[in-house]
């Protein structure tokens, strides 16, 4: 997984993306319903999973055998199932953690378009709109297994810095650690462009 779909997936496993709970939790808003249906809390689950909306755009990819499954798994089970085994669930299963990843990044900015730009379109267009994604970033893939067959090999002369390919950022660490509870600093996360 790469680039901003890894941390909005990260954000939501430790329920901090800003949906309207969050928000409430916060004190920025007392009302907590999803804007999208007016029925439901939005918390994490109900925004990439189960708002009558976002159901809407994963019964367009998912088997359809398999969407009870789906729809009635643990929110975190559900999401490292689509990233390690969810091969089995998807229509078209190549690279599907990659689709996964990026369609519930697409689905997070609609609703965020939904609320602060009135052109977000179509839900049921999300799934087309994350394909050139998906696209660009399976190719990364490609180049990344290659770079990461060539590093296998010894370097001689100066040792230096490479980029990540485009839409991935990279983290580089000194790897220290605490040994009493595990902890580490992050160091330095940059993209293919040193950002
Ligand atoms: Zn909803």
Redesign the pocket.
Known sequence: MCGEPSIALWLACCNKLMTNQERVHCKFDVDD????????V?DVD??LR?????QMIWREVIKHDRLEEIFTLDFKRWIHENLKNGAGFAKENTNWDLMFGGMCWFIWLHRNSQIFDDQAGEPGSISHRAKPWFQRAAASCVASRVESHLALVPASGICRWSTPPTSWNKVNSNSAMLLSDGFASCGVIQDNIGH
């Not at 189960?50 to 976002?54: A, G, I, L, P, S």
């Open positions: 319903r999803c804007n999208a249906c007016g029925m439901e939005e109900h925004v189960n708002c009558v909306q976002t």
